[in-house]
Each structure stands twice: as structure tokens, then as C-alpha cells.
């Protein structure tokens, strides 16, 4: 039987300009639609950021919860929901990081950023210790697995300590990103490198930034991958001089699955891999 491949699709981010591109999605509205028509074309995950009305990145629950409950409108739509703990600028008060986890029962996965890094030479990416235990609590209370988002060497060894502490106590879905400043770059080598520092156990998928999405998506097929992830958080162009949506980008890593002879995991189907409750309306 060919292997499952989970798609995420990562809809907006917090910074990317949407002059940029006029494709990408700002209200509720928009990335509700987005979130169902990346579903309809395979993705089995949608990763939630939300943008306020002059489109910076927000953590206000009700924008979440807007936006959660037109995604569910569509009666059809089984997808999980991944939100994001890291929705503006640095620095945000922990307590602001989880009010949404904590009044929204539909969320099902978010993100675990297992360490601090200098994001782009802009700003300090901070997880502390403190607070990623509190986070882990919080997932624990609500029933959300955590994704646990690694950026380099260290958030690897940070995430095997908070296992064998009980910190982390829930199956492992590891999101290797690659390409950030301040990260590991988005080179096949250091793909392979971080792969293979992984516990045996672990689901994983990754990406790359920019340019360097496609190099990574194959080479995570390549490597063995439970999943890929795409989506105008990481990219805006689809290819030189065209500009992407995010359906199309979810469309082209299902036809790239399905050429690695392997299939696109169905929502319910991930749910089972990575071992979470079944969907319930």
C-alpha cells in the first residue's frame, strides 16, 4: 500500500504584505474560504494565522474564532484546524500566546516553537523554558497536539528533553522548517542532518522558505516524510514570475505526492496517523 502524505497548508503568516500579492488572505473571510478550497484540494492540515484590519498579524481570539466557525460552516469540511501560538510581533506576553486555545474547542493542533532564535536579524523569536511549559500544559488541558516547529539543531535537542521530562507527552508530529535567518538554511544536507537526529518514533514533515519550497518538499519525500507543508506563509510565487494562491500550491504538492508514488492522507486519515481523536461536528 503507498504511504500517507500529510499536506499542510499554511495560509497567511503575519508579516507578508498583501501588495505583495494580492492572492493572499487577510479577513476571516478570506482564509476561511482559502482554508475549504485547500481542503477540497487535498490539504489535510490548515495552518491558522490571523491578520487585524490593516493586516498585521493579530492573536485576537475573536478573529480566530470568526474565522473558525466559517470554516465549519462548510458542512462537508472535516480539516484540521493548526493554529498558530506566535501571531505578531515580537515580543508577545505568553498569556496573549494561548487565550484562543483556551476558548476555542475546535482547535485541534498548534504550534510548539521549541526554542528561541534571532528571527531574520529583526527580532528575538522567544519560547522560553517557562513558557513552553505552560504552552504544553495549556495543549494538554484542551486536547491540542502540539506540532512541534524546529528550526535548528538545538530545538531538536530542546524537544528530546522536553519528552523524557514528561513535558511533551503526546505523539510527536515534528515541523522542520528551513530558510529562516537565524535558522538552519533550507539546504538538502541540513534536511538530512536534522532527519536523522529525529527519535525513531517521530512523524515529521518540513519545508522550505521562499524559493527553496520545492527544494525541500522533494527532498523531505525523498528522506521518508509523513508530511509536506506549502501555503503563502512560506511562498508567494508558484514559479519564476508567477504569482501562487494557496490552492494551486496545494494542488501542484498532491500531483508532486502522487509522482513520488505515494498518496495524500485525507484528514481522517491523519487524524488516525498521528494518533488524535477522531472528528466530531
Known sequence: MAKKIIITAALTGTT?????????????????????NCWKAGAAIVHLHMRDDNTAGTMEAARFKETIDLIRAHKDCDVIINCTSSGTAFPLP??????HFNTIPEIEMGTYDVGTINWACMGIFENSPGFLRELAKCYDDNGVLPEVE?????????????????????????????????GAPATVACLE????????????SAFGIGKDQLPIMYAALALGADGIRVGM????????GVQADNPMQVERAVRVVKEFDRVHATSAETREILGMKPFVR
Open 16 to 36: 507578508t504584505p498583501k501588495h505583495g500579492n494580492p492572492n493572499l488572505p487577510t479577513t476571516p473571510a478570506e482564509i476561511a474560504q482559502d482554508a475549504y
Open 94 to 99: 505568553n498569556a496573549d500566546r494561548m487565550v
Open 150 to 182: 524546529m528550526f535548528d539543531m538545538g530545538m531538536i535537542s530542546n524537544m528530546k528533553y522536553y519528552r523524557e521530562h514528561g513535558v511533551l507527552n503526546q505523539p510527536l508530529w515534528c515541523q522542520l522548517v528551513l530558510g529562516v535567518l537565524g
Open 193 to 204: 542532518h536534522l532527519v536523522r537526529h529525529l527519535p525513531e518514533d517521530a512523524k515529521w
Open 233 to 240: 506563509e512560506d511562498n508567494l510565487w508558484f514559479s519564476k
